[in-house]
């Protein structure tokens, strides 16, 4: 009894353990966003066959951006690469066995990765070639697609002896994707030639699904919110280390003053493109800031702007885009210079919208500096029954950068509302003055009149 007991406590905790990572892998935001591999054989060779190996971005607001994807897998048999085309293998292996044409690779777990704009047309398929970078499906559903041509050795000539590779993994491009096994599509892909006129069929389709978790990326916050009001002085600036501490002592050269002469090497220098962020030294050291800030309250309607500011010295940040939880935003009546789509992850609940930049206006944020930002506006019609300027009912209740979730503000540091307005104020301070002055006129006169007259008067 006791060792059932002692067993049912280590399950028990053990379920404990992995209900975080459940937790975290799932998004409540995209509840069906995914990444999906297909694998589509189009040939058979006398050794193997040709495939297209398709990427599909179907989340809708989270993308892969700079350095892009690493796409790997573990081959079921002793399979080899003979050609790729439209992307490559970052590694060729031992290939010392053969004598005449040489494989492109023959590493059993092969890492593949898309080729970098404006490599040679006859090494081009259609959507490769953008170094690996691919927007959210809602930004712009074409670019969220990569593709390349793979050309399979020593594999099995008919789709009774091929095998799907297994263990595919994505980096995109670092840590947070699991991808699950290949399996077999009952309906083949379809592809539809140019002039539209002859559609042709995949002979096997295999399906992977990569979804992403924070808890397996376990990466530090990346971005941080401030928050500031007409009716309030104070600026709620992002909370202290929100992505890391400023310390120059245990972590020599982490961030970079703003007026340091050091800078002009660091953005023209070997540094930039890197993933690794360096960011100006400031409390919070995070590469992205974003400010809300409520501009006006009108009769019927109220404003926001909205600035986002890039910290990093080493990234552009292109095709960014913001995810905003308001309960306002079903009734939100324009946008200046940002493009919107409400996500409605809960039904008919308006409460959600992305917001990025519209293409080749704002949609590239960036690096560190006086171009490093970009702002809009934001004009919301008020309801009645809901409106209010108190108790931080006017401040977002969470924002996402690039699909990552900011730091917020703790909510009782948001502006306050004053309980009246500064002109008030005065004029009661005013009124209050007139009649102590008043009051101690009159004591005067009183007496200087009892001193002059004494008891006759």
């Not at 990569?146 to 091929?162: D, E, H, L, Y």
Request: overall charge positive; charged content about 15%; aromatic content about 12%.
């Amino acid at each position: 009894m006791a060792t059932l007991l002692l067993r049912l406590g280590a399950a028990a905790i053990a379920l404990l353990v992995a209900l975080p990572c459940l937790a975290e892998a799932y998004d409540p935001l995209d509840p069906n966003g995914n990444i999906t591999i297909k694998w589509d054989i189009i040939q058979w060779t006398s050794d193997g066959y040709v495939a297209v190996v398709s990427i599909y971005n179907y989340q809708k607001y989270r993308h892969i951006q700079a350095p892009g994807w690493h796409l790997g897998w573990v081959w079921a048999k002793k399979e080899i690469i003979w050609t790729m085309t439209g992307g490559q293998a970052t590694e060729q292996g031992d290939c010392s066995q053969f004598k005449g044409d040489i494989p492109h690779c023959c590493k059993r777990d092969p890492t593949t990765v898309d080729l970098l704009p404006g490599a040679p047309y006859n090494m081009q398929v259609a959507n490769c070639c953008k170094g690996g970078v691919l927007t959210s499906w809602v930004q712009d559903p074409v670019s969220a697609v990569a593709s390349f041509q793979i050309s399979v050795g020593r594999s099995g000539t008919n789709n009774k002896t091929v095998k799907a590779p297994k263990n595919f993994t994505l980096k995109a491009p670092g840590p947070g994707y699991t991808c699950g096994v290949a399996e077999n599509v009952k309906l083949p892909t379809k592809f539809i030639s140019l002039d539209g006129r002859r559609t042709t069929q995949a002979h096997v389709t295999w399906s992977v699904t990569c979804t992403y978790s924070q808890f397996v990326a376990q990466r530090a916050p990346t971005c941080c919110v401030s928050l500031s009001s007409f009716y309030n002085e104070t600026i709620i600036n992002c909370p202290k280390c929100s992505c890391g501490c400023h310390n120059n002592i245990t972590k020599p050269g982490s961030c970079v003053e703003g007026n340091s002469p050091y800078l002009v090497s660091v953005v023209n220098g070997p540094g930039k493109g890197s993933s690794i962020p360096l960011v100006q030294c400031s409390s919070h050291m995070c590469p992205i800031r974003v400010h809300w800030h409520v501009k006006f309250n009108y009769r019927d309607y109220w404003r926001v702007k909205i600035t986002i500011t890039n910290w990093n010295y080493r990234m552009n940040y292109s095709q960014w885009n913001l995810v905003v939880q308001h309960p306002n935003f079903d009734n939100i009546t324009t946008i200046f210079s940002f493009n919107y789509k409400a996500l409605n992850p809960f039904g008919v609940i308006n409460d959600t919208a992305m917001l990025w930049g519209i293409k080749y206006y704002n949609d590239l944020l960036m690096v560190a500096g006086p171009d490093g930002n970009v702002q809009s506006e934001l004009l919301f019609r008020k309801e009645p029954s809901t409106f209010t300027l108190g108790k931080g009912w006017a401040f977002p209740r969470r924002i996402y950068f690039n699909g990552e979730s900011c730091v917020m503000p703790p909510p009782d540091s948001y502006p306050w509302l004053p309980n009246s307005s500064p002109r008030l104020k005065k004029t009661a301070f005013l009124i209050l003055s007139i009649i102590v002055c008043a009051m101690l006129a009159f004591l005067h006169n009183h007496l200087v009149l009892d001193k002059y007259c004494g008891n006759k008067c």
